[in-house]
């Protein structure tokens, strides 16, 4: 079992960066593929990206591809959203998410989620 808990969100202005971590606490946090998503007001949660459990593949959504950087570091158990060249469409609840089966964009397979941090890009 993990925990997640997110932080680094905040409001910014378009064009404007942030960097999300995602702590974990349990040892077996390294076994974990490790997944974004976020959520605006009156939309379902999104697939943002997902890095597997050993940090060599990544996978972005196509809205975020080219702007978004997803990391990990296993030795501090983080994981990490830079966030570049921000648009107000940005906008949502970021949450991290874990699985140990899937790296996938399906919001169903990821077992355990943080509680989320708020993204505010004004325009």
């Known amino acids: 079992q993990v925990q997640l808990v997110e932080s680094g969100g905040g409001l910014v202005q378009t064009g404007g960066s942030l960097r999300l971590s995602c702590a974990a606490s349990?040892?077996?946090?390294?076994?974990?593929?490790m997944g974004w998503f976020r959520q605006a007001p009156g939309k379902e949660r999104e697939f943002v990206a997902v890095i597997t459990w050993t940090g060599r593949n990544t996978r972005y959504a196509d809205s975020v591809k080219g702007r978004f950087t997803i990391s990990r570091d296993n030795a501090k158990n983080m994981v990490y959203l830079q966030m570049n060249s921000l648009k107000p469409e940005d906008t949502a609840v970021y949450y991290c998410?874990?699985?140990?089966?899937?790296?996938?964009?399906?919001?169903?397979?990821?077992?355990?989620w943080g509680q989320g941090t708020q993204v505010t890009v004004s325009s």
């Open positions: 998410a874990a699985s140990q089966k899937t790296w996938g964009s399906l919001s169903s397979e990821y077992a355990y």
């Open positions: 349990g040892r077996t946090f390294s076994t974990y593929n």
